[in-house]
Nanobody
Framework: QVQLVESGGGLVQAGDSLRLSCAASGRTFSGYAMGWFRQAPGKEREFVAA????????YYTDSVKGRFIISRDNAKNTVYLQMNSLKPEDTAVYYCAVRVNIGNVYNLAGYNYWGQGTQVTVSS
């Protein structure tokens, strides 16, 4: 079992930055990828970014490219999401997740473990 704990959310103004963290603990961590997803009120959960744990390849949804950066610290089993130039439409609960097996990192259904989520609110 893997436990994920997110932190770093909050209320900011448009144009500000936030950094989310997600620490993984539990059994020896050997996931294929870690991802960030978000869910706004009344909307489905959507992919934001992902990183392949061993080689560090990164993936982003188009709406955050150039503004968000995903990174990881293998020694700490922690993944980060640096969010810059935040917009009101980035407002959502952000979740981190672990995908254990090789596959499409964009696919929400392929992730095995999820954190509890952290709220990000961007005011205009």
């Amino acid at each position: 079992q893997v436990q994920l704990v997110e932190s770093g959310g909050g209320l900011v103004q448009a144009g500000d930055s936030l950094r989310l963290s997600c620490a993984a603990s539990g059994r020896t961590f050997s996931g294929y990828a870690m991802g960030w997803f978000r869910q706004a009120p009344g909307k489905e959960r959507e992919f934001v970014a992902a990183i392949k744990w061993s080689i560090g390849t990164t993936y982003y949804t188009d709406s955050v490219k150039g503004r968000f950066i995903i990174s990881r610290d293998n020694a700490k089993n922690t993944v980060y999401l640096q969010m810059n130039s935040l917009k009101p439409e980035d407002t959502a609960v952000y979740y981190c997740a672990v995908r254990v097996n090789i596959g499409n990192v964009y696919n929400l259904a392929g992730y095995n473990y999820w954190g509890q989520g952290t709220q990000v609110t961007v005011s205009s």
